[in-house]
């Protein structure tokens, strides 16, 4: 197997590395690019020194598949090229995700579909992905109706001038701003750009993306995104009101059978999801699992993933595996 990463020194594509050499996916040949300034980069893995090479040199390597992390512009221009060539190309950024004729695939949603024509395949935003593995297996049980969804998320997800950033004012250093304001003891209700109708292109990436990976055009979800000072993980807060009736104990076990979900929802022991353990895992974290009294069927939700590994990195790596499989 021949497999590319594009963006390969970037905080993402050197986490789909370890990602697959903790997953033991069995590589012949792997090509690693990014941008210019990175080219001749040594970047280790499995113990080989691998030269990172420009995008142009790896397109004519003919290869399998080809991960992209190297943001939608790369994305936009590169993936077809590849992809025309015969290459498989899952990519993470935002290019494609609503593209009608792309799949936007959650392996454990929609993975089933993926099929030998798909030669290019959307991995999901980061916040997305954890929402709708804790929404689908309940959608399948009691039909939702509403979500509102407020996201408390690490700055690892605005990449790495947004830590060095968090790094050097906890420093009480005078940093580089990537954010418009402090994010150090502060919150930033802003993520991405703000769009005419008053929410931001993360927001709506939340509630057009949930929609298409569930398949329900019609699903009502609102959504509000803040950054927070924190690197393990996105947190969110999730209202869910069902069209049938909940019994929250089927519920609790419902999620606690669901691959790659965890329940940790004992807070009179006080043990809850926190970004803080959920670094480095790959599993979706869910607690604070209670009835929201003042709506009929309405429970509340606290969700907590790595947004580097599930919610980025460990997601495409699960695709490949799924199209392998195939």
């Not at 598949?65 to 899952?90: D, H, L, N, R």
């Not at 150090?184 to 769009?195: E, T, V």
């Not at 924190?230 to 519920?251: M, T």
């Not at 353990?277 to 607690?287: L, P, S, T, Y």
Request: with cysteine.
């Amino acid at each position: 197997m021949k497999l590319a990463i594009v963006g390969a020194t970037g905080m993402v594509g050197r986490k789909m590395l370890k990602v697959i050499e903790e997953r033991n996916i069995k590589v012949d040949e792997l090509f690693l690019c990014a941008s210019s300034h990175s080219v001749g980069k040594i970047i280790e893995f499995k113990g080989e020194k691998i030269e990172v090479q420009s995008i142009e040199d790896v397109l004519n390597k003919n290869v399998d598949y080809a991960i992209f992390s190297a943001g939608g512009t790369v994305s936009k221009e590169w993936a077809p090229k590849f992809a025309k060539k015969g290459t498989v190309v899952i990519d993470n950024s935002s290019a494609w995700r609503m593209n009608e004729k792309i799949k936007l695939v959650v392996p454990e949603i929609n993975g089933d579909a993926l099929t030998s024509e798909d030669k290019i395949i959307a991995n999901p935003n980061c916040s997305t992905i954890q929402l709708v593995a804790v929404l689908y297996p309940l959608h399948k049980k009691y039909s939702l109706e509403r979500v509102v969804v407020s996201t408390y998320q690490s700055v690892t997800g605005s990449g790495k001038k947004a830590v060095e950033q968090l790094m050097t004012e906890r420093k009480n250093e005078k940093a580089k701003m990537f954010y418009p304001h402090p994010i150090d003891l502060n919150c930033i209700p802003h993520g991405g750009d703000f769009n005419e109708n008053g929410y931001t292109t993360e927001e709506m990436k939340l509630v057009e993306e949930s929609r298409k990976i569930l398949n329900i055009n019609s699903l009502k979800i609102t959504s509000t995104v803040v950054r927070i000072p924190v690197l393990g993980g996105h947190s969110e807060s999730v209202n869910i009101e069902f069209k049938n009736k909940i019994d929250l104990k089927e519920l609790k076990q419902i999620l606690e059978n669901t691959k790659g979900i965890k329940v940790e929802d004992e807070p009179f022991e006080n043990i809850y999801p926190m970004p803080v353990n959920a670094e480095g895992k790959d599993d979706v974290f869910v607690g604070r699992i209670r009835k929201d009294f003042s709506k009929k069927n309405a429970v509340n939700l606290w969700i907590v993933s790595d947004n580097l590994r599930k919610g980025a990195a460990t997601n495409a790596v699960q695709i490949l595996e799924k199209i392998i499989d195939n």
